[in-house]
């Protein structure tokens, strides 16, 4: 056996199947070898039986069909192992697409080219080819929509679907996300005209709302709640966004920051209501059930008949605690190549806990960017020889008002930690960026309407966190100044 083969198959026995279980699958077992191995042309009895799956039996199961288990899915058909090898079993009824496009273009009114699947399946949002329902079918993997898991056996290695359907597995990843946080009913959660936001029909049946709304409540100032604010504004609908904090995105935006985007956002028609807690939402006195009003914590009254709750969101563990959660940051823990504690079952994407190497200690990140990354790297090392451990730059972004007709499209984008003092460098019109520096490193940066070559930049500086001149950059005439300086730390610390 050549070398190559040899170390894939020693990985693939250590990541991949428990051994404790002998699986025999409605296919022939050439599992470990799959690279060398010859597909089988379309119309052999072979591939019959690997697309029809007569049999509960499955080598791998993804769970969840979000960002995570597309780009999960990508990775298997690179490595030659999807073809009637690969099950992904979701909740949702639509194949793996880029859910961040559900506040952006998604939302965008009727008369404003809103997005629509298939315009944005994975691998859209990193360049790939698109895959739609016919990709996965062409590609050999087995698709079970509408059909949350609800239960695994762990001993048995089998899951159980809400259909009743029986699946045994050999390698389990497990791609759940998240939930959308929610308000109890007993405070109004549940009236009809309360919207969470986390997949299409959800995304939906806000869009129905919103055709009909007048008065629009958006709760939260996070992500979530700045993006669908700038999507209501453009349905000219009257928009508050109400949140308990000082300022917009807390958990990253300077008060500074915060406050040239609470400027834009009024500009826009959004009327901003900050430090408010919420004491519940009020039905209408007509007994129809539908919201009327969101009643603030010092008593006052904003009227709506629509309201978009974005108040955070939970790791979708559901089945699988038993595979070992992480008490302090949630969802499924995981080791550095996204094993978690059971052999042969992994999590990646928003529900798992993962060591964040850069800064030493364990994080859960509800970002794109991670669950793509996490995903290729978890398969590799299911496949392949890989022994890396992951090692992640955290990375979010934002656009908002990028519809046509807007005041002013706005896209900014952050890498790092954003930990210790900052340096907030030109006037937002036309960019503005912002540094944290801690021991006199540069930790992270916010770039706001960069160029490509300069948003190219932030991963370098954050990655490599090089010793910086505070007093000179507070100096800097312009953001172009500034990220010269930057980069002159960077060739400096070299
Ligand atoms: C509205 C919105 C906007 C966002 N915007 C941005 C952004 O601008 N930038 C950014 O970086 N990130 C953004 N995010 C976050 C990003 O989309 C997530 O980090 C990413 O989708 C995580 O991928 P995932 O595969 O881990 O989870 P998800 O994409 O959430 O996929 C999880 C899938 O698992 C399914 N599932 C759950 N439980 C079960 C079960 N028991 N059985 C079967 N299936 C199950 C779900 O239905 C879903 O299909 C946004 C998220 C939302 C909701």
Redesign the pocket.
Known sequence: MPSSVRRLTMATITNSLSLKHTLSFGFPQSKTLTRNRIPPSSNSLAFRCYASYANENREYVI???????GYAARTFVEHGVADGRLCI????AFA?YE??A???AYLFPPDKKPARLPGFHTCVGSGGERQTPEWYKEKGIEMLYE????NVDIEKQTLTTSSGKLLKYGSLII????T?SRFPAKIGGDLSGVHY???VADADALISSLGKAKKVVVVGGG??GM?VAAAAVAWNLDTTIIFPEDHLLQRLFTPSLARRYEELYQKNGVKILKGASIKNLEASSNGNGHVAAVKLGDGSIVEADTVIIGIG?KP?V??FERVGLNTDVGGIKVDGQFRTSIPGVFA????AAFPLKIYNRIARV??????RRSAQHCVKALLSAQTNTYDYLPY????VFEYEGSLRKVWWQFFGDNVGETVEIGNFDPKIATFWIESGKLKGVLLESGSPEEFQLLPELARSQPPIDKAKLQNASSVEEALDIARGSLKAAV
């Open positions: 769970v969840g069909g979000g960002n995570a288990a079993v979701t909740k949702e793996p859910r961040p559900l506040t952006k059909d949350p898991v609800e791609a759940t996300g998240c959308a936001i986390r997949d992500y979530i993006e969101s979708a559901g089945p990646v994407g928003d529900v509800e970002h794109v960017d991670h669950a979010f972004y934002s656009r």
